[in-house]
């Protein structure tokens, strides 16, 4: 298994909590591109792309991206990071990259919950439920393209860590 395990996937779909528990379950090191560009720069995603538009979030994203990345050490990504193709590349060149999958409908009821507008700022104006569906549209190729193992987000996070770990163990044994 390659040292480095990079979480993608849509908002809401548990990058940061399923990966937070998979780095506690792997005795692994935890980081998080939001987080580390929140602690970096002082500025919320909100901020970012009021002054710089998301251009210059992504920018920043592909930097930290590959600032942040060391062995033993488990990444959860921003939404977006499948976007660009030398984020995909750099991630399926460093390590191993998990794609946690749900329907748009899951993601959207998880972030009703929980919505965090400074780190989620609307992606494109509309319903989240809408937005949820048309970011699936626009990015599943994406997510799958760079994805080693494709998982069901959906399950209770501890029951998705352990299909992670029962994933991995898998791909060391082939
Ligand atoms: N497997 C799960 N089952 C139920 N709720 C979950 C699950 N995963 C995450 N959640 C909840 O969904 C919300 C969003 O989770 P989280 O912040 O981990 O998503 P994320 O993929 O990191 O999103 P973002 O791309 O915005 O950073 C949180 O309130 C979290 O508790
Ligand atoms: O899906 C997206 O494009 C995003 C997801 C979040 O993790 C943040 O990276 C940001 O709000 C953009
Ligand atoms: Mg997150």
């Given at each position: 298994m390659t040292q480095t395990i990079f979480m993608v996937g849509a908002r809401g779909a548990g990058?940061?909590?399923?990966?937070n528990a998979l780095a506690k379950a792997l005795g692994y090191k935890f980081v998080d591109t939001d987080l580390a560009l929140l602690c970096t720069s002082g500025l919320s995603v909100a901020d970012i792309v009021e002054r710089e538009g998301w251009e210059g979030f992504r920018r920043r994203e592909t930097e930290t991206l590959k600032a942040i990345c060391s062995p033993f050490t488990v990444v959860a990504t921003g939404g977006g990071v499948v976007l660009s193709r030398?984020?995909?590349?750099?991630?399926?060149?460093?390590?191993?990259?998990?794609y946690l999958r749900s329907p748009a409908s899951t993601l959207a009821n998880r972030l009703e919950d929980?919505?965090?507008?400074?780190?989620?700022?609307?992606?494109?104006g509309k319903p989240i439920t809408e937005e949820m569906t048309e970011v699936l549209n626009e990015r599943e190729a994406l997510y799958q393209e760079a994805a080693h193992h494709v998982v069901d987000g959906t399950q209770e996070p501890q029951r998705v860590v352990n299909l992670i770990m029962d994933a991995l163990a898998l791909s060391m044994a082939r």
């Open positions: 990058k940061t909590t399923v990966g030398e984020n995909r590349d750099f991630m399926g060149q460093n390590g191993t990259v998990i929980a919505p965090l507008e400074d780190q989620r700022p609307t992606l494109t």
